[in-house]
C-alpha cells in the first residue's frame, strides 16, 4: 500500500480538493444533511448511510448524474470504480487489469480523497438485499434491534440443524450397527436423545416458521415418521375439480399413501387415521384403513366406540361414520354374544348414545338406518326401552316419519312372530291380531293430533295390509275426517286430505266406485289441486282393471316376475 | 334484438325462463378455478364433481347440429376435453375398477406386491382403491368428454378402459343377498371384505355400469365375462319397498326419494337391452318394473305424495302480516314445510296470497321423505323416478315445479343451492338443470338437452356409450390388447430410429420391448 504521507500532498498540488474530508465539492447540500444523518432506524437506512459514507462519490453520481459532478469528483468517482472493480479480482491478476502506473496514480487519488478502501459494494435496495419475512415484509425495514434478533434466530437455527444432523446420521448408523471408532461400542441412540431431538425438531419448526412462514408438516418434523418416504400426490394434466386444501391435509395424505401401499398397521397408522379425519371425516378409505388398523391391532372396541361418539356428534351429516361404527359392531358381536348381560349392557350404551345423537338431529337418516340395523343384530325386539324411547320421539314430533318407520320395523320385524322373507308390504298371518289393534289404536290417536300430517295415515294402512286387515275395518274412523262430501262448496268438510285419499281406497275395495270416484274427484277439484293429475289417474284406475299399463306402453303381464322367487 | 330481449321478458312471467348463460358462468368458474375449501369432504370423490360438472356444461351446450353462428364456443374445448379424458383413465385401476380421487392412484411400483418382471401387481384381483361410485362416474364422464365435433371420435372415448376387469371388479362387488357394496379392502381378521352400507345406490350403480360395458358378447368368445347376479339384485331391490310402500336401503330403513330413484332405474337398467344395435330412444319393455313391484300403484302413490305447496316463510314480525295469520308457532322452526294444520286453511291462505299477487300460480316443492323439507335433488330424485315410470308427464304439475326451482332455487350468481336461498353448490345445481332436462323446455334460449333418466346422461351421450361400446368390444375381439402398450411401442420404435439403426439394445428385451 502506497503511505499515506505521499498520497495527501499529491492531489493537493494539483487542484483545490473540494473538501479535506472525501465529501464531493457538488454535493454539498444534500450530502450534508446525508453524512450527518439522524440515528438510522431501520436496518435498510442504516446501510444506506453507511453506503454513502463508504461510497461518497458512487452517491453523489447515483443523486446528480456523472455530467454534473466536478472534474475532481469525476475523477474520484472514477477511481472508486476501478478501486471496487480491482478489488473484486483476485490479488495475482489484479496488476493485469492496470499497469503499475495508472496503479500507482489510482492509489494516489484515493488516498487524496480519504476513501473507503473497503466500502459497500453495493447500494443497498429494499427487498432485494434481505429478502422478505414470512408476510411478505422486507427485512430492511426492519429496526436494528428485530434485525439483530432475527440473526440470533438464523444463528440458533443453523446451529440446531447441525445437532439434528449429527442426530439422524446417528440413527443411521444404530441402523446399519456401526461401531463408535473412539470407544469401540456399538452406536446406540439412546431414549434421551430422542427425546432432545424432539425438542429440537419442535423448535427447528418454530423457528422456521417465524424467520421464513415455512410450514413444516407435523408429520415431516416428528421422529416417529423418520423411515417413511411419504409420496406426494402428483396431479396430471387436464385435471377437474381440485380442491384447495391446506398443506397439513397434503402432508398427512402423502404419508397415507405411503403407509397404505405397504399395508403397514400401527399405533402410529392409527394416529395418522384420526389426524386426517379430524380435517376431512368424510374419506371413506382413511375409515377402512382405521378399521383394519383397529382389527390388527387388537384395539378395544368399546374405546374406539367412545372417541367415535365424539366424531359422530361432531360430524352429524357423515355417513362413513356410521359404516364404522358398523363394522365395529360386527366385530365385537362374536365376543360378547354368548354373555346376555354384557349383550344388554352394550345395546343399552348404544342406545343411550343414539337418543344423544338423534336429539340433535331427528331425522338422521344414517342413525336411524345404523338403529334399525342395530336391533336386528343385538336382537333388541323384546326391549321395552327400544319402544319407550321412540314413543317418546313421536310424542315430541308426531311428524317425524323416521321414528314411525323405526315403530314399525321394531314391533313387526319381531322374528318371535313375524314370518322370515315376508315383504314389508306382505301380509303376514302370524302377526297376532292384538298387535295390529293395538298399532291401529296408536296411530288413530295420533291423527287426532293432526289430522293432516301423513305419517300415522301410513303407518295405519300399513299395519292394516300387514295383518291382512280389509282397509274397510277402519271406515268409521276415516269418515270422522270428512262430512257432506259432494253436498255442496260451503257444506263439505275435509279435515285430512289423506283421510279422502283412505276413503276412496275403502269405497274401491268395497266396489262403491262411484263414492271412490267422488272422493277422487274432489280432490282433485279442490283439496289437493296440486296432485290433480296423480287423482285423475287414480280415477282412471277405478274403471280399468289394469292399473298399471304405463300410458303408451304394452306391458306383457306373461313375463315372470322376479318376485314370485 | 331489442324486440328479441322483450319477447323474451314477456313470457318470463308466465313460463319461467332458465338464464343459460348465467348457469355457464357459474360452471365456468368451477371449472378454471380450484373449489373452496368446503368441497374437502368430497376429495375422496373427485371423480362425482367433475361428473356434476361436465354433465351440467353438456346439458347447457347445444349439441353441434343445433349450434348456430351466434352460439358461443363451447365451454370445453376439444382440446380440454382430450386432457380431461386422459385425466379420467388416470384413475383406473390396473386391475379394473376407477378410483375417485387421483390422490388416491398410486404409482405401480410402490406396492409391495409390484412385480418388475410383469410390470403388473402380483395379485391379480387385487382389492385396491377402486370403488363402484367413482367407476361409473369415470365411465359417464369419458362418454361425456367426447369430441362431438367428431363422431368416430367419440367412438374412441372407451379406449384404454379395462372393460373385462371392470366387469370382474364390478361382480366382485355382489354381496350374497344380491346387493352391492362400495368396495373391496382386506380386513384383518375378516380377509378380503365388500364395503360399503347398504345402500340403494350401489345397486344402482352396478345395473348402470353393466349396461355400459357388458354388451352382447357370447359366452366363449372373447371379452366375455361371468355376469353378476341379476335375479339376486332384483329380488333384494324388489324386497326394499317399505311398508308405506316408498323404497329405501333396504326395507328395515325409511322410504327415501333417492334410494326410490336408485330402485326404478336400476330395474330398469337390467330390463334395458345390453345389444349395441338397439336405440335407446325407443322406451324398452322393463317387465321387472312393471309386473315385480310387489305395490306398483302404492309407490305412484308414494313418489306423487312427495310434492308439496311450498309457502313462503313468514316475514319477521309475522304478527304484522295478515298473510301469515295462520302459522303455528312451532311451525316457524321448519319454515320449508309451512303446512298448515289442515286443507282448509291452506286453501283460505293460497286464496288469500293469490289476490294479493293476482295470480294463483302455486309454488310446487318436492321433499325425499314424508314431512321433510324442500330440496332441489329431490325434484330429480322423484321426477326422474317417476319418468323412468313413464309417468312424469301425467304426475307432474310441470309449470308448478318449475316456477318453483326458477324463482326459488335458482341462484342469482348461477348455479341451485339447496333450499330457497342457499348459495348455489356443485350437487344442486346439477340436479336443477338434470330435473330441467327431463321435465323439458322448449322454449328458445331457456333450453337444456334431453335427460336419459336411466343413465342420468344427456340423450346424445347415450348414443357416444353405445358407440364407444362397441367399439370397445370390437378392439378385444381383435385380441390387440392395451391400446396404451402399443402406444408405449411405438414410442420404442421411433426411439430406435432416432438413435440411428443399429443393433437393438438388449435391455430393451428385458424390459419387455
Known amino acids: 500500500m502506497p503511505s499515506k504521507g505521499k498520497a495527501a500532498t499529491k492531489p493537493k498540488a494539483t487542484e483545490t480538493p473540494a473538501t479535506t474530508t472525501s465529501n464531493p465539492t457538488t454535493t454539498n447540500t444534500t450530502s450534508q444533511t446525508a453524512s450527518q444523518p439522524s440515528e438510522p432506524t431501520t436496518v435498510l437506512e442504516r446501510s444506506q448511510q453507511r453506503f454513502e459514507k463508504t461510497r461518497p462519490f458512487e452517491a453523489a453520481r447515483r443523486q446528480q448524474g456523472l455530467s454534473r459532478l466536478s472534474k475532481e469528483d469525476q475523477k474520484g468517482w472514477i477511481c472508486d470504480q476501478l478501486l471496487h472493480l480491482t478489488n473484486r479480482l483476485p490479488a495475482a491478476s489484479r496488476s493485469c487489469l492496470l499497469g503499475p502506473k495508472a496503479s500507482k496514480e489510482i492509489w494516489w487519488t484515493v488516498n487524496g480523497t480519504n476513501s473507503i478502501v473497503r466500502g459497500l459494494k453495493h447500494k443497498p435496495e429494499p427487498y432485494t438485499t434481505w429478502g422478505t419475512d414470512r408476510n411478505g415484509h422486507d427485512v430492511g425495514s426492519y429496526t436494528i434491534e428485530r434485525f439483530d434478533e432475527r440473526f440470533r434466530q438464523r444463528i440458533a437455527l443453523t446451529a440446531l440443524q447441525v445437532s439434528s444432523r449429527v442426530f439422524r446420521e446417528n440413527v443411521e448408523r444404530e441402523k446399519r450397527g456401526f461401531v463408535d471408532a473412539r470407544s469401540g461400542r456399538e452406536i446406540i441412540v439412546t431414549e434421551r436423545e430422542i427425546d432432545e431431538e424432539k425438542v429440537r425438531r419442535s423448535k427447528m419448526a418454530a423457528l422456521k416458521k417465524d424467520l421464513y412462514g415455512a410450514i413444516t408438516g407435523k408429520l415431516a418434523e416428528s421422529v416417529e415418521w423418520e423411515d417413511v418416504v411419504p409420496i406426494p400426490h402428483e396431479e396430471p394434466e387436464g385435471a377437474l375439480a381440485a380442491i384447495t386444501y391446506p398443506a397439513e391435509y397434503a402432508e398427512a395424505m402423502s404419508y397415507l399413501r405411503a403407509v397404505m401401499t405397504t399395508k403397514e398397521y400401527s399405533p402410529r397408522c392409527l394416529r395418522l387415521t384420526e389426524h386426517i379425519i379430524a380435517m376431512n371425516p368424510a374419506h371413506y378409505t382413511v375409515w377402512l384403513y382405521r378399521a383394519a388398523n383397529i382389527f390388527a391391532l387388537g384395539i378395544s372396541i368399546p374405546d374406539e366406540i367412545e372417541w367415535l361418539n365424539e366424531v359422530a356428534l361432531a360430524n352429524l351429516k357423515n355417513y362413513q361414520i356410521w359404516h364404522h361404527r358398523h363394522l365395529l359392531v360386527e366385530h365385537y358381536y362374536p365376543t360378547i354374544s354368548s354373555d346376555p348381560d354384557a349383550l344388554a349392557q352394550f345395546a343399552k350404551q348404544e342406545r343411550d348414545f343414539l337418543i344423544a345423537i338423534l336429539s340433535e338431529d331427528t331425522k338422521n337418516y344414517h342413525v336411524w338406518s345404523y338403529r334399525s340395523w342395530l336391533v336386528g343384530k343385538l336382537g333388541m325386539w323384546e326391549d321395552e326401552e327400544e319402544l319407550k324411547s321412540i314413543e317418546k320421539m313421536i310424542d315430541e314430533d308426531v311428524r317425524n316419519n323416521s321414528a314411525w318407520s323405526h315403530r314399525f320395523v321394531l314391533v313387526f320385524s319381531n322374528p318371535k312372530y313375524a314370518t322370515p322373507g315376508k315383504a314389508a308390504t306382505e301380509k303376514d298371518e302370524k302377526v297376532p291380531q292384538e298387535l295390529v289393534d293395538r298399532e291401529v289404536k296408536y296411530a288413530q290417536n295420533k291423527v287426532y293430533l293432526a289430522p293432516q300430517n301423513q305419517s300415522p295415515w301410513n303407518y295405519m294402512r300399513g299395519v292394516l295390509v300387514k295383518g291382512g286387515q280389509p282397509l274397510a275395518s277402519v271406515q268409521g274412523f276415516v269418515e270422522e275426517f270428512v262430512n257432506k262430501l259432494g253436498e255442496g262448496e260451503e257444506e263439505e268438510e275435509v279435515k285430512s286430505t289423506h283421510a279422502l285419499d283412505l276413503l276412496a281406497e275403502i269405497y274401491a275395495e268395497k266396489k262403491e266406485n262411484e263414492k271412490a ?23 282412471k284406475c277405478l274403471t280399468q282393471s289394469e292399473r298399471e299399463k304405463a300410458p303408451g306402453e304394452q306391458v306383457e303381464k306373461a313375463e315372470e316376475g322376479i318376485a314370485a322367487a | 334484438m331489442e324486440n328479441d330481449n322483450k319477447a323474451h321478458e314477456e313470457p318470463e312471467q308466465e313460463w319461467p325462463y332458465l338464464d343459460v348463460h348465467r348457469h355457464l358462468r357459474y360452471w365456468k368458474m368451477c371449472i378454471r378455478a380450484p373449489l373452496p375449501h368446503v368441497y374437502l369432504s368430497n376429495e375422496s370423490n373427485r371423480l362425482a364433481l367433475a361428473y356434476f360438472i361436465v354433465n351440467s356444461v353438456t346439458l347447457l351446450t347445444p349439441p353441434p347440429s343445433e349450434r348456430t353462428p351466434e352460439t358461443p364456443e363451447p365451454l370445453i374445448s376439444r382440446e380440454d376435453k382430450r386432457a380431461m379424458r386422459k385425466w379420467v ?26 412385480n418388475f418382471d410383469t410390470k403388473t401387481l402380483d395379485e391379480p384381483d387385487h382389492a385396491g382403491l377402486a370403488n363402484i361410485t367413482s367407476t361409473l362416474f369415470a365411465l359417464q364422464l369419458l362418454a361425456l368428454l367426447a369430441d362431438e365435433e367428431d363422431e368416430a371420435a367419440g367412438e374412441n372415448v372407451f379406449e384404454g378402459v379395462n372393460r373385462v376387469g371392470t366387469l370382474r371388479f364390478l361382480k366382485s362387488l355382489q354381496r350374497e343377498d344380491g ?8 380386513l384383518p381378521g375378516h380377509g378380503r371384505f365388500i364395503a360399503g352400507g347398504y345402500d340403494m345406490r350401489y345397486c344402482y350403480i352396478a345395473t348402470a355400469i353393466r349396461w355400459i360395458l357388458r354388451g352382447d358378447v357370447k359366452e366363449g368368445s372373447p371379452g366375455w365375462v361371468e355376469d353378476f347376479d341379476t335375479e339376486a339384485l332384483a329380488r333384494y331391490i324388489l324386497n326394499s319397498q317399505t311398508y308405506d310402500r316408498g323404497f329405501a336401503g ?37 317387465p321387472l318394473l312393471h309386473s315385480s313391484i310387489r305395490d306398483l300403484p302404492g309407490l305412484i302413490h308414494w313418489l306423487a305424495s312427495r310434492p308439496f305447496v311450498y309457502l313462503e316463510p313468514p316475514p319477521p314480525s309475522a304478527d304484522q302480516d295478515p298473510d301469515t295469520y295462520i302459522y303455528q308457532e312451532d311451525d316457524l322452526d321448519d319454515p320449508n314445510f309451512l303446512l298448515p294444520p289442515t286443507p282448509s286453511d291452506l286453501l283460505c291462505l293460497l286464496s288469500q296470497i293469490a289476490e294479493k299477487k293476482g295470480h294463483d300460480k302455486t309454488h310446487v316443492a318436492f321433499n325425499g321423505r314424508t314431512n321433510k323439507v324442500a330440496d332441489t335433488c329431490y325434484f330429480w330424485w322423484v321426477g326422474g323416478a317417476l319418468a323412468n315410470l313413464g309417468r312424469l308427464d301425467s304426475l307432474v304439475d310441470r309449470e308448478a315445479a318449475r316456477r318453483f326451482l326458477l324463482e326459488k332455487m335458482q341462484h342469482r350468481i348461477g348455479g341451485f343451492g339447496k333450499s330457497p336461498g342457499s348459495p348455489p353448490d356443485l350437487y344442486h345445481s346439477f340436479f336443477g338443470l338434470a330435473i ?32 364407444a361400446r362397441r367399439k370397445l368390444i370390437e378392439s378385444e375381439k381383435g385380441g390387440k390388447g392395451v391400446v396404451d402398450g402399443e402406444k408405449e411401442l411405438d414410442a420404442v420404435e421411433m426411439g430406435l430410429e432416432l438413435r440411428g439403426g443399429g443393433e437393438r439394445p438388449k435391455w430393451l428385451g428385458a424390459c419387455g420391448y
Do not use: M
Open chain 1, 517 to 539: 270416484d267422488l272422493c277422487l274427484r274432489r280432490l282433485a277439484e279442490k283439496w289437493d289441486k296440486i296432485r290433480g293429475g296423480y287423482w285423475e289417474w287414480r280415477r
Open chain 2, 250 to 286: 333396504n326395507s328395515q330403513d325409511e322410504a327415501h326419494a333417492g334410494y326410490a330413484y336408485c330402485a326404478i332405474a336400476a330395474l330398469t337398467l337390467l330390463d334395458r337391452p345390453l345389444t349395441t344395435s338397439t336405440s335407446s330412444s325407443v322406451p324398452h319393455k322393463s
Open chain 2, 179 to 186: 346387493s352391492f357394496g362400495e368396495a373391496l379392502s382386506d
Open chain 2, 89 to 114: 383413465l388416470h384413475h383406473q385401476h390396473p386391475t379394473g375398477g376407477f378410483c375417485g380421487t387421483s390422490s388416491l392412484v398410486f404409482p405401480l411400483h410402490s406396492y409391495d406386491i409390484y
Open chain 2, 436 to 467: 330441467l332436462g327431463l321435465l323439458g323446455d322448449e322454449r328458445e334460449g331457456g333450453k337444456v338437452r334431453g335427460f336419459d333418466a336411466g343413465l342420468a346422461v344427456p340423450r346424445e351421450t347415450v348414443g357416444v356409450i353405445e358407440r
